[in-house]
C-alpha cells in the first residue's frame, strides 16, 4: 500500500509541475498557488507512509542534533578566518618561491644547451 502511496504523492507533484506550465497565461500568484499546493498534496500523502514517517523523524533528530552544536563567537570566527588568510598567503608566497626558483632553474639549462 506504501508503493501506491508514494506514487499518488508522485503523481501530485507532477501534477503542481504540470499545472505550473499549463496555466501559462493565469497570473503568477495562481502558477505558484497550484504548484505549490501540488506539492503540499504530496508531502501530506508520503507523510502516511513508512518511508514518509521514516524521514519525518530523520528530520526532527537532524534539527534537534543542529540545536546541540555550539558556534563558535564572532571573535573565533574572525580569529579563524584570519588564521585561514595567513595560511593561504603564506602558501601563495611559497609557491611563487618555488615557481620562480624552477623557472630560473629550466631557463639556465635551456641557455646552456642552446
Request: glycine share 8%; hydrophobic share 60%; aromatic share 10%.
Amino acid at each position: 500500500m506504501d508503493k501506491v502511496k508514494l506514487g499518488l504523492a508522485v503523481v501530485m507533484g507532477l501534477a503542481g509541475v504540470v499545472s505550473f506550465y499549463v496555466l501559462r497565461d493565469s497570473p503568477m500568484v495562481i502558477r505558484v498557488v497550484s504548484l505549490l499546493l501540488g506539492f503540499a498534496l504530496a508531502v501530506t500523502v508520503a507523510m502516511f507512509t513508512t518511508q514518509g514517517r521514516r524521514l519525518f523523524a530523520f528530520s526532527k533528530d537532524s534539527i534537534d542534533e543542529t540545536k546541540k552544536v555550539v558556534w563558535p563567537t564572532r571573535k573565533e570566527t574572525l580569529q579563524m578566518a584570519g588564521v585561514v588568510f595567513a595560511f593561504v598567503m603564506a602558501m601563495a608566497i611559497f609557491l611563487w618561491l618555488v615557481d620562480a626558483g624552477l623557472m630560473m632553474i629550466v631557463r639556465n639549462v635551456m641557455d646552456q644547451e642552446g
